[in-house]
């Protein structure tokens, strides 16, 4: 499959980027203006988010899997084994 030619990509998909972006921003300022805002500024979920922007900025391409890999539990190899259903 022949990747979609980068302005073609961006002509197709910046409003969408645009909006997403934006949503991002208002969320994080909900969590600012919220009532003890303080509270949530160790949060390992915020750090997240934190760590996953600093992802988005970085050029060096592969970035939804590193954002991915940010959000998603380490592999334990002792979960158990989905079980076939019948």
């Given amino acids: ?5 980068a302005p073609k990509a961006l002509d ?15 969320i994080l300022d909900r969590i600012n203006r919220g009532q003890g805002a303080g509270a949530v500024d160790n949060d390992p979920r915020l ?8 992802v988005l900025h970085d ?11 940010i959000f998603s539990l380490d592999y334990d190899p002792g979960w158990d084994k989905p079980k076939p259903r019948y």
């Fill in 47 to 54: 750090d997240k988010i934190r760590k996953a922007l600093e």
């Fill in 1 to 5: 499959m022949t990747p979609l030619a």
């Fill in 59 to 69: 050029q060096s391409g592969g970035r939804a899997e590193r954002i991915q890999q």
């Fill in 12 to 26: 197709s998909f910046f409003l969408e980027a645009r909006c997403k972006i934006l949503d991002l921003a208002a």
